[in-house]
């Protein structure tokens, strides 16, 4: 089974400029999530999108978004990049089944590595 | 807001010994997970946790789901040169369980002499 993969995985920037990054989950994972992972702060959660839906969302500001879409494939946009978006950016997808557990596994792509100049 | 705390921050050693770090947090958790990373990478999955007490091995990892809830640990034995990388705990609490977020802890940076 293909594991998450995300595009692209190398981006350049400058500042001002908006941004978007995609990813496609494992087949048959509904559930997606974003990280922002810097040396600074480490990985931090972002959002999670399930069936098309946010269900949770970090403490970013507005000028990063996200969409999922109707084959569980999602999106994340930054807009008006600033320096310190700079970062690797991560998803993870999980069946969000209810299997019993308190919570669904993450498997994580390679990351889509941003530079904002 | 909630945060892991894992020691050491990093770790020099020699090829075949034995290696244990560990995680704990103020606040309980549900499910406990260690990931390793490589450099230029995602994190990739070592260990599942998901009751307390539960003790989970794969091959020469060992973890951990402490009885409190609040804290993980995870041991390498006889450890060898690809075990380097960098270890993340992280946790998904009570109130976060099933939307998709989790908390990491800052990392442990393995290194293995030859």
């Known amino acids: 089974k293909a594991g998450v993969t995300q595009t692209p995985r190398y981006l350049i920037k400058t500042r001002g400029q908006q941004v978007t990054l995609s990813c496609s989950p494992i087949s048959g994972h509904r559930s997606v999530s974003w990280y922002q992972q810097t040396p600074g702060q480490g990985l931090q959660f972002l959002f999670e999108y399930f069936s098309e839906t946010q269900r949770n969302k970090g403490n970013f500001p507005g000028r990063f978004s996200g969409r999922q879409f109707s084959n569980s494939r999602s999106e994340m946009n930054v807009s008006t990049l600033e320096l310190g978006d700079s970062a690797l950016y991560l998803c993870?997808?999980?069946?969000?089944?209810?299997?019993?557990?308190?919570?669904?596994?993450?498997?994580f792509g390679p990351g889509t590595r941003l530079t904002v100049l | 807001g909630q945060q892991l705390n894992q020691s050491p921050q990093s770790m020099f050693i020699q090829e075949g010994e034995d290696v244990s770090m560990n995680c704990t947090s103020s606040?309980?958790?549900?499910?406990w997970l260690w990931y390793k990373q490589d450099p230029g990478e995602g994190p990739v999955l070592l260990i599942a946790l998901y009751k307390a007490g539960e003790l989970t091995s794969n091959g020469r990892l060992t973890a951990q789901f402490g009885i409190t809830r609040k804290d993980s640990f995870l041991n390498i034995s006889a450890s060898i040169p690809s075990d380097v990388g960098i270890y993340f705990c992280?946790?998904?609490?009570?109130?976060?369980?099933?939307?998709?977020?989790?908390?990491f802890g800052q990392g442990t940076t393995l290194q293995v002499k030859p």
């Open positions: 992280a946790g998904d609490s009570p109130g976060s369980s099933n939307t998709g977020k989790l908390i």
């Open positions: 606040s309980i958790f549900n499910t």
């Open positions: 993870a997808s999980s069946l969000a089944k209810l299997s019993g557990r308190p919570t669904d596994t993450q498997y």
